[in-house]
T-cell receptor
Framework: EADIYQTPRYLVIGTGKKITLECSQT?????MYWYQQDPGMELHLIHY???????EKGDLSSESTVSRIRTEHFPLTLESARPSHTSQYLC?????????????FGEGSRLTVL | AQSVTQLDSHVSVSEGTPVLLRCNYS??????LFWYVQHPNKGLQLLLK??????LVKGINGFEAEFKKSETSFHLTKPSAHMSDAAEYFC??????????FGAGTQVVVTP
């Protein structure tokens, strides 16, 4: 069973607030990812990291930022939340050479901005 | 660059009949390919993966997929659908650096 944790699971906040979605994994994986998914829709990669101090923007433009100071921790921050940020955010990690390792997902953080 | 196309957004099958979910990919390199399933309000679960070994890959819950390089396809099949197979299914391709691209998903409905 995968050991990747996301908090909070659900968050309802007002416009303009700063939020941080936490993601931690205990598997020692170098690669970590953030995906955004609207209900019933596909997953869009918004950020990824190949290791400590490595962060890259994904295919979907996002106003969020990420950091990777420790291997196990990959938080996502929105400085000023807006209703357009309402979505589910999924964190994942993977191991293995290149892209051969599978993705392990957290249970997701469902964000609602009023 | 890489991409993945799931040819059906919705598939409806009767319980006990075969399931076929179609996936085509494009990749500049030899890709790794995966199928994930997402049940309502649940996390994503790996069904199976192809990483340049046997072209016919068996996964969990009776699912299997065949990698066909000449057709750039990785279709998912199951001989007999069960009610619990109702879910969203995603085909995923990854490049050699570990960047994963998801398809748009196929919603499977299973009728009694």
């Amino acid at each position: 069973e995968a050991d990747i944790y996301q908090t909070p699971r659900y968050l309802v906040i007002g416009t303009g607030k700063k939020i941080t979605l936490e993601c931690s994994q205990t598997m020692g994986h170098d690669k970590m990812y953030w995906y955004q998914q609207d209900p019933g829709m596909e997953l869009h990669l918004i950020h990824y990291s190949y290791g400590v101090n490595s962060t890259e923007k994904g295919d979907l433009s996002s106003e969020s930022t990420v950091s990777r100071i420790r291997t196990e921790h990959f938080p996502l921050t929105l400085e000023s939340a807006r209703p357009s940020h309402t979505s589910q955010y999924l964190c994942a990690s993977s191991e293995g050479q290149g892209g051969t390792g599978e993705l392990f997902f957290g249970e997701g953080s469902r964000l609602t901005v009023l | 660059a890489q991409s993945v196309t799931q040819l059906d957004s919705h598939v409806s099958v009767s319980e006990g009949t075969p399931v076929l979910l179609r996936c085509n990919y494009s990749s500049s390199y030899s890709p790794s390919l995966f199928w994930y399933v997402q049940h309502p309000n649940k996390g994503l679960q790996l069904l199976l993966k192809y990483t340049s070994a046997a072209t016919l890959v068996k996964g969990i819950n009776g699912f299997e997929a065949e990698f066909k390089k000449s057709e750039t396809s990785f279709h998912l099949t199951k001989p007999s659908a069960h009610m619990s197979d109702a879910a969203e299914y995603f085909c995923v391709v990854s490049d050699r650096w570990g960047k994963f691209q998801f398809g748009a998903g196929t919603q499977v409905v299973v009728t009694p």
